[in-house]
């Protein structure tokens, strides 16, 4: 497992500072799912990183890990159907807010990887270009929003053994377009993403 980058700092020291952040936000099946995680000051792991720099058996480590130590955290999602109807950026949004809310300790501060939120109450609020890379608390929760995302696609997986979803998670791979276009779209999958080489078209309402 790769050493702790030292890089990875809250904001500032004694606030508590609640990480966000989402996975799945390329897929073109499932829902997104977002985290929120409060971190101790003193909280250190060996290998702490942007979930995509890790392996699946890493992540699955560093979860327990962070569930384990954390002052909290807070797992959501956002289905299809609300994809498709706000878009995925605000959906991804509405998600970290879900898991804000369900956070037990209310957080001082909230840190989100990327550069568009929408305020969660009065709570300040900053946006981190590659935040998952920088700070402790969001690549904690870049991690726990992967593997509850997965775990959830795995179990898809059982009713869509077609779609490959337990290899593929819903993301955009050659062998899950090609089960697209030979047994067609599930309850799943996302209407407003090009599912296919030639766009669908989602009618509004």
């Known amino acids: 497992m790769k050493q702790f980058d030292p890089l990875m700092i809250c904001m500032q ?54 569930e384990e130590n954390a002052v909290c955290y807070a797992v959501e999602s956002c289905s299809p159907e609300e994809i498709d109807e706000i878009n995925i950026l ?4 509405k998600a970290m807010h879900r898991a804000l809310a369900r956070l037990q300790t209310s957080p001082e501060y909230i840190l989100v990887d990327g550069n568009r939120f929408r ?37 898809l997986h059982g009713k869509y053994p077609a779609y490959e979803w337990c290899r593929n998670k819903g993301y ?20 407003s993403f090009r599912l296919s080489e030639q766009q669908l078209t989602l009618v509004f309402k």
């Open 90 to 93: 605000w959906a991804s949004v």
């Open 13 to 66: 020291p004694g606030r508590l500072e609640a990480g966000c952040d989402e996975a799945g936000r390329g897929c073109l099946a499932g829902p997104v799912f977002a985290a929120a995680v409060i971190l101790p000051d003193d909280f250190h792991c060996d290998g702490l990183n942007d979930s995509k720099q890790l392996s699946e058996k890493e992540r699955d480590e560093l979860r327990k890990i962070i």
């Open 119 to 155: 305020p969660f109450g009065n709570i300040p609020h900053s946006c981190v270009i590659k935040g998952d890379m920088k700070y402790r608390s969001i690549a904690a929760a870049s991690i726990l929003a992967k593997t509850y995302r997965d775990e959830y696609m795995r179990q």
């Open 172 to 191: 955009p791979t050659k062998a899950h377009r090609e089960a697209i276009a030979r047994y067609g779209i599930t309850p799943h999958h996302r209407k």
